[in-house]
Every structure is written in structure tokens, then in C-alpha cells.
């Protein structure tokens, strides 16, 4: 199947779910993540601010925050986009599409890393990610921006990646390129 035609599948199918179901199954997924051996032992949280009925996110981070992990999250400039150390909701604004971002008095991820005596490493980091379908080979579908993609090819980060997603978008088999990221697992309701 060709990726537009899956987007457009995948964000009617999204939009279906009511506000109220979206909840419940943005509750059940926190709740299998936060049991996840990479979560527990994440010391560094990339996570993405959720965006109408994407998974919601607002509990995963509030519950990062108060493990004391390392949370940052997204801000979007032009093509591409830089991670921000985040120590609560009050640290965001409105950014890109209306998407809560962190302000700009926050301090990006490449600042606190150069700061500390070792870097972190994949054990120690993890990165949520959104996107529209995932597959058991580890291929995701994003919203068509390439910002995950870049954002992996320019800074060579190395860390867990898990998607968190609704059941019914784990398909068979995604399309995919060469230059996609894998992700390691999704987590589902």
C-alpha cells in the first residue's frame, strides 16, 4: 500500500475515537509502558507532546518528572527539530501546529549532554515516538515531515526507541525506505 494512501487510512481510522476513548487507551498504554525495562530504566526520556488524538502523553511525562528522569521533548524549527530538557508543563508553549513546545529559555539536549561528565548511552535513554502505522520488523509510518529521520541522521543519538500506538494501527507490514528509522518495540493497548 502506498504511504499517502496509508496515512490517510490511518488518521481516518485515528479520528474515529472519541476524546473519551482516546483517554482510556492513552491509560492502558502509559500504563504497559511504565512497566517496560527500558522505561524503568531510563534515566533520559525523549518523548514527544501529544497532538489531538495522537496516544496522549501528558501522564507518561508527568510520571517521568516526578522519577526524577531527564524529560525533553520537541521543538520544531523549519525542516527540523531539537529535543529541550523540560521540567514541567509550565516549561512549554504553543509551538508548531499548535503543539505544546518547550520555551526557549529551555536548554536543548546537546547543551545538557556536553555538561555532564559521561554521555548517556542507548541503555540509559529512551525515545517515544509517535507516528500513524508500525510493523513487528520495527518499520514506522510518520506524518510525511521526515523530522524523526533527520533528527537521527544529524545527531547519531543512540537510544531506545518505543512508539506507543493504538492496536489497530500495528499492521502487517509498512512501507518503508532505506533511510527509516527502526524502532525496537510499540506498545499498545
Same mark, same amino acid.
Not at 12 to 33: G, M, P
Given at each position: 500500500?502506498?504511504k499517502k494512501?496509508?496515512?490517510?487510512?490511518?488518521?481516518?481510522?485515528?479520528?474515529?475515537?472519541?476524546?473519551?476513548?482516546? $483517554?482510556?487507551?492513552?491509560?492502558?498504554?502509559?500504563?504497559?509502558?511504565?512497566?517496560?525495562?527500558?522505561?524503568?530504566?531510563?534515566?533520559? *526520556?525523549?518523548?514527544?507532546?501529544?497532538?489531538?488524538?495522537?496516544?496522549?502523553?501528558?501522564?507518561?511525562?508527568?510520571?517521568?518528572?516526578?522519577?526524577?528522569?531527564?524529560?525533553?521533548?520537541?521543538?520544531?524549527?523549519?525542516?527540523?527539530?531539537?529535543?529541550?530538557?523540560?521540567?514541567?508543563?509550565?516549561?512549554?508553549?504553543?509551538?508548531?501546529?499548535?503543539?505544546?513546545?518547550?520555551?526557549?529559555?529551555?536548554?536543548?539536549?546537546?547543551?545538557?549532554?556536553?555538561?555532564?561528565?559521561?554521555?548517556?548511552?542507548?541503555?540509559?535513554?529512551?525515545?517515544?515516538?509517535?507516528?500513524? $502505522?508500525?510493523?513487528?520488523?520495527?518499520?514506522? *509510518?510518520?506524518?510525511?515531515?521526515?523530522?524523526?529521520?533527520?533528527?537521527?541522521?544529524?545527531?547519531?543519538?543512540?537510544?531506545?526507541?518505543?512508539?506507543?500506538?493504538?492496536?489497530?494501527?500495528?499492521i502487517e507490514?509498512?512501507?518503508?525506505?532505506?533511510?527509516?528509522?527502526?524502532?525496537?518495540?510499540?506498545?499498545?493497548?
Amino acid at each position: 500500500m502506498d504511504k499517502k494512501i496509508l496515512r490517510n487510512k490511518m488518521l481516518s481510522l485515528r479520528n474515529q475515537l472519541s476524546v473519551k476513548e482516546c $483517554a482510556k487507551r492513552s491509560e492502558q498504554i502509559t500504563y504497559h509502558l511504565l512497566n517496560t525495562d527500558s522505561y524503568q530504566r531510563a534515566e533520559y *526520556l525523549l518523548i514527544y507532546m501529544h497532538y489531538q488524538k495522537e496516544v496522549m502523553t501528558g501522564q507518561i511525562i508527568t510520571h517521568a518528572l516526578n522519577a526524577g528522569k531527564h524529560v525533553f521533548v520537541p521543538r520544531v524549527s523549519g525542516k527540523d527539530m531539537e529535543f529541550y530538557e523540560i521540567h514541567s508543563f509550565e516549561d512549554c508553549e504553543c509551538g508548531f501546529h499548535g503543539i505544546l513546545e518547550p520555551s526557549k529559555t529551555c536548554v536543548s539536549l546537546p547543551e545538557v549532554f556536553c555538561n555532564m561528565l559521561s554521555s548517556p548511552s542507548r541503555k540509559n535513554t529512551l525515545m517515544i515516538l509517535p507516528g500513524l $502505522a508500525f510493523d513487528a520488523a520495527g518499520h514506522r *509510518l510518520g506524518y510525511g515531515g521526515g523530522y524523526y529521520d533527520r533528527y537521527f541522521s544529524q545527531t547519531g543519538i543512540e537510544c531506545a526507541k518505543t512508539a506507543v500506538a493504538y492496536s489497530f494501527q500495528v499492521i502487517e507490514q509498512v512501507p518503508h525506505e532505506q533511510h527509516d528509522i527502526l524502532i525496537d518495540d510499540v506498545i499498545t493497548d
